[in-house]
């Protein structure tokens, strides 16, 4: 299924330019950017954010070339993330390295790997999970475990963990709406942060807290659409999401410092 970004139910405007989003550029060239988005940063402008979003931020340094791009090819942005998650995302600059993206995130040729502090430890500890999500409407907008609803697989394995807590590496093969949260909800072991999934009968009490939604988009691998390469760019997670498993005794392996 062909997966697009939620685009702003506002018109085909380009989005207003704003130096003052603050973003790390983990790496660009003349056909992409590879962005570095912190956690509490919407991705891009829609109901209640019409300048403060990455986006914006993008637009401030890069505007030219993403307007080359147009509406059509979401102003060279080819997936999301939501607010609170943190990590990689990447930018197409023109319009063939958009096109080429685009395909290879439709064959689901990307390598997208995230972290996530859970609650609990899931068992087994490496697995895939294979549930398939379909999205609803209720106070928010979110998603339920459904034979009807759309492929959803995430490859899971823990890295480190206490009895109340652990550090998870998840690789999604498909790009649904909450996945990794969702998946992560059918365990029985939720991400740390997240209000809205949590399994049936576990109280948040009963849950660690964290000042954010603990999750990290922090490997992003794909061939390059110039020369056709396969390039990878890490991102460890920042502080506060270290900081949590500091606080929990959960050990952060070193190659995440």
Known sequence: MKYKPNQPAQDNRPPLANAGV??????????????????????QPGLGHVKDTLL???????????????????????????????GLLVVALRPRA????????????????????VAGRPNPLQGVVQAR????QADKK??????????????????SSTESAALVEVRIKTGRLHQIRAHMMFLGTPVLGDDLYLPDG?????VPRAPRLCLHAWKLGFKHPSDQKWRE????????????????GVATPPELI
């Open 22 to 43: 603050a973003f790390d550029i983990v790496y660009a060239d003349e056909d992409l950017m590879v962005i570095g988005k912190p956690a509490g940063l919407v991705t």
């Open 56 to 86: 914006n931020g993008v637009f401030a340094q890069y505007g030219h070339q993403l307007r080359q791009l147009g509406p059509r090819r979401d102003w060279g942005l080819l997936h999301r993330l939501d607010r609170q998650t943190s």
């Open 98 to 117: 958009y096109d080429a993206l685009r395909e290879d995130f439709e064959h689901r040729r990307l390598d997208k790997q995230y972290l996530a502090i």
């Open 133 to 136: 999500l379909k999205e609803i």
């Open 142 to 159: 979110k998603v339920i475990v459904s034979r009807s609803g759309e492929e959803a697989i995430s490859a899971y394995r823990v890295l």
């Open 202 to 206: 576990l109280s948040k009490a009963k």
């Open 233 to 248: 760019f890490i991102q460890p997670p920042p502080p506060d999401f270290r900081d949590v498993l500091r606080r929990l």
